[in-house]
């Protein structure tokens, strides 16, 4: 049982909100903030009634040490420009200068420097945890993303409060994903794609008997094939698991589950150029880079079948063009099927939907990129557990 943000008396306290805004930042400009838009229910909520908002996050991997192009002072200013209202941004996460603006009534917010400037941040360190813990009154978790990290501002920082609860995004993510865990609507037809098979082997044993239809493309879909005897030339392949991709098809026969995967292809020569639509055999010089028309009717007949959809990776090199109307058309097809419950999980997949320009048509977005992975393998997440020890 984890405690709603509705749960907590916030009136005059300080809160220690942990959120993940590790985001893409380019010559000081964020490029893709929906992480941050995503978690700003929680932030307005708190702002509602507590004293005083300490607002904490990582960005990128700085090896706990200071790295400029890692501060998080763009996302403190695109914050403040988001809620209209001074966030003050502290020089870094702990010590005697944030505790006295901590303590300060003005202005509400704070915003930490990047936690990962400290090694003891992902060391999981107890007593950089109570540093932490020194700044506020109430713990709020809303950073899924990093909720399968055991990190001192995710696991060991939640231990030493009495009052904490999960943000309202990570409740929709659980609300959402434990849904396709435990009682998916009917038909369920899940899309995987990416660049490899090892990277999905978990996601797909553990959906396998709740599915459906499972549509493979991008990167993974041709160790499948190879598997299968079909030529797949200079396509991405990873060849020590093809015994296993032919494992996971029969699995998928046995359980009734429908397998899908490409029966034609977008390819390119060497230099991922000159697109040419192939059959289900690749020359030996061109690469499979897209799925094919026949396939993307296929796949966007299932999508129109379906109740619930779960999508995690493209299904081709959706940043190159013509390479991304297999993604796009997937992305446009969940849009206009108003009637389903659609789940878009990876940043790839959530960036593929958003060139598409349909992400208000999504129902839910996640923001776990290797947090959902885990969570949908039905692995325990360390910030998920810290936050059930509390109820």
Request: net charge neutral; proline share 5%.
């Amino acid at each position: 049982m984890i405690r709603n943000l509705a749960d907590l008396a916030l009136n005059g306290k300080t809160v220690f909100l942990r959120v993940d805004f590790n985001v893409p930042i380019k010559d000081g400009q964020i490029t893709e903030p929906h992480r941050i838009d995503s978690a700003l229910p929680t932030v307005r909520q708190i702002l509602k009634s507590a004293r005083k908002l300490i607002v904490a996050s990582h960005l990128g991997r700085p090896d706990g040490k200071v790295v400029a192009k890692y501060s998080l002072a763009p996302v403190a200013k695109y914050l403040q420009n988001l809620i209209g209202e001074p966030v003050q941004f502290a020089p870094d996460c702990v010590g005697p200068e944030v505790e006295k603006l901590a303590r300060a009534a003005h202005p509400r917010i704070v915003m930490l420097e990047n936690l990962r400037f400290h090694p003891e941040e992902e060391k999981n360190d107890p007593a950089f945890a109570r540093a932490l813990v020194a700044l506020a009154d109430v713990y709020v978790d809303d950073a899924f993303g990093a909720a399968h990290r055991a990190h001192a501002s995710i696991a060991a920082m939640a231990d030493f409060f009495k009052d904490k609860a999960a943000g309202l995004l990570l409740q929709k993510e659980l609300d959402y994903l434990s849904r396709v865990l435990v009682h998916p609507d009917k038909p369920f037809v899940t899309i995987l794609g990416g660049a490899k098979v090892s990277d999905k082997i978990g996601i797909i044993k553990n959906l396998l008997p709740k599915i459906d239809t499972l549509l493979i493309g991008g990167g993974m879909a041709y160790t499948f094939l190879k598997a299968q005897g079909i030529e797949i030339g200079r396509s991405l392949v990873e060849n020590d698991k093809t015994d296993l991709a032919l494992q996971l098809i029969k699995e998928a026969e046995s359980v009734g589950v429908s397998l899908v995967l490409p029966s034609d292809h977008l390819t390119g020569d060497a230099d991922k150029k000159n697109p040419l639509l192939t059959g289900a055999n690749i020359p030996p010089d061109r690469m499979g880079l897209d799925i094919g028309d026949k396939t993307i009717a296929r796949f966007c007949e299932e999508i129109r079948r379906a109740k619930m959809v779960l999508w995690n990776g493209p299904v081709g090199l959706f940043e190159v063009e013509p390479y991304n109307r297999g993604s796009n058309a997937i992305a446009q097809t969940l849009g206009a099927n108003t009637g389903i419950v659609s789940i878009v999980a990876g940043g790839d997949t959530v960036a593929a939907v958003g060139v598409a320009g349909i992400e208000d048509k999504i129902t839910h977005l996640s923001t776990g990129g290797g947090a959902t992975l885990e969570y949908l393998e039905g692995k325990i997440l360390p910030g998920i557990k810290a936050l059930e020890e509390s109820a």
